[in-house]
C-alpha cells in the first residue's frame, strides 16, 4: 500500500496498466486525447509488477487488476469506472481539478 501511495503522490493522473491490456489502452489514449500526460506504471515491465498488482486487488478491490486509475491521489477504479466519468461528464472537470489539465475547449 505504501508502495502505491508514494507512486501516486504528487502525480495528478496515475494508471497501473500493462502492455498487453487493450482496455488499459483504451483508457489511457482515452486521458491523452484530453490533453493529460499521466503517469504510466506498467506492471508488466517494473521489477516489482506482480506485487503492486496484489496490492491494487487486495487494498482497492481492483477487479480486474489493470487498469487502475488515480487522479489527483484519489483511487477512481478500473475501465468501467473512467468510462462512467466520461458518460456522466464528469472525468474532464475531474482532471481539472487534479491540475492533469487547465482549459478544455468543446470543438
Known amino acids: 500500500m505504501d508502495t502505491i501511495t508514494s507512486m ?16 488499459s489502452h483504451s483508457i489511457k489514449s482515452l486521458i491523452r ?9 506498467e506492471l508488466d515491465e517494473v521489477a516489482n509488477g506482480q ?8 487494498h482497492f478491490q ?4 489493470v487498469p487502475a486509475v488515480f487522479i489527483g491521489q484519489q483511487f477512481i477504479g478500473g475501465a468501467d469506472q473512467v468510462m462512467s466519468l466520461q458518460v456522466q461528464n464528469q472525468l474532464v472537470p475531474r482532471l481539472i481539478r487534479a491540475n492533469a489539465i487547465w482549459v478544455w475547449n468543446r470543438t
Open 8 to 23: 501516486v503522490a504528487e502525480r495528478p493522473v496515475v494508471i497501473f496498466s500493462r502492455t498487453s491490456s487493450c482496455m
Open 33 to 41: 486525447s484530453y490533453g493529460a500526460n499521466p503517469t504510466v506504471y
Open 51 to 58: 506485487a503492486i498488482e496484489r496490492a491494487l486487488v487486495q
Open 62 to 65: 481492483c477487479q480486474p487488476s
